[in-house]
């Protein structure tokens, strides 16, 4: 019988998903105005990895990436009925196929994969930013601002709640909206996340994610909550 180290090993790798890293080059016939976009986001993704820009304004600059795409160029570029053809819908959380836009690209992108009622979990990140924009479908997306951690909690503040439908986004990072959660509405449901991690090399932990407990945080008078800390397979059995 495997162990529970050896679980939780596997529920890891189908939550942060069954990556696959494509080994093609980017098309090579994108509309201009995709590839000027593209060019932008890799300007401010390599800044921000060279600490010459701050996450906030990564955020501002990935915002002007998505807002009024072009999504049918983007998905063809980005290979997804190739892609999502082989993206299984998992009974509990995601999956997820990293993929290549650009050569030497300084972000990370994945296409993320979800089944009605299966859910991105509700948790933060540390040390790194990402930008999520539906390709497909609608999810019921909740942001929340990290004010604070203790040892068993974390304590937020909603900031965003509300359904996203294809073309819309929202992104994370230490300063802004960090702790997210997203349940698919339709049959099926697709982003596209661009990540930068390992903003700072110096901090312990690169990929340190803070699974939280939203439905049985205890509320403040300030309108925060202190939401109890989850191991991953909690959450993938409450809320996945």
Same mark, same amino acid.
């Given at each position: ?62 915002a002007e990436f998505c807002a009024g795409i072009d999504l049918s160029e983007l998905c063809r570029a ?62 019921? %997306? @909740?942001? /929340?601002?990290?004010?604070? *951690? ?5 304590? +937020?503040? !909603? ?5 996203f439908k294809a073309g819309d986004f929202s992104s994370i990072s230490d300063q802004r909206d960090n ?22 090399? %110096? @901090?312990? /932990?690169?990929?340190?994610? *803070? ?5 049985? +945080?205890? !509320? ?9 800390r989850l191991e991953l397979d909690e959450c993938l059995q409450r809320y996945g």
């Open positions: 019988m495997p162990s529970r180290r050896e679980i939780l090993a596997t529920l890891t790798g189908v939550w942060l998903a069954r990556v696959v890293h494509g080994a093609r080059a980017a098309p090579a016939s994108l509309q201009g105005a995709l590839q000027a976009r593209l060019r932008k986001l890799q300007v401010v993704s390599r800044a921000l990895a060279r600490r010459e820009i701050q996450p906030l304004e990564w955020q501002r600059g990935a980005a290979d997804f009925d190739r892609v999502v053809a082989r993206l299984p819908l998992l009974p509990r959380g995601t999956s997820a196929e990293s993929i290549q836009l650009l050569e030497g690209q300084a972000f990370t992108p994945k296409i993320f994969a979800l089944g009605k009622g299966r859910a991105i979990i509700p948790h933060g990140h540390r040390n790194m930013v990402s930008q999520h924009l539906v390709l497909q479908g609608e999810m019921h %997306g @909740r942001h /929340y601002e990290r004010l604070g *951690d203790e040892a068993g909690h974390l304590i +937020a503040r !909603p900031t965003i709640n509300r359904i702790v997210h959660w997203f349940v698919a509405e339709s049959e099926r449901a697709y982003t596209l996340d661009a990540i930068v991690d390992n903003l700072d090399p %110096g @901090r312990p /932990y690169r990929f340190h994610i *803070d699974f939280v407990d939203p439905e049985r +945080a205890s !509320p403040g008078s300030d309108g925060a909550l202190r939401m109890p």
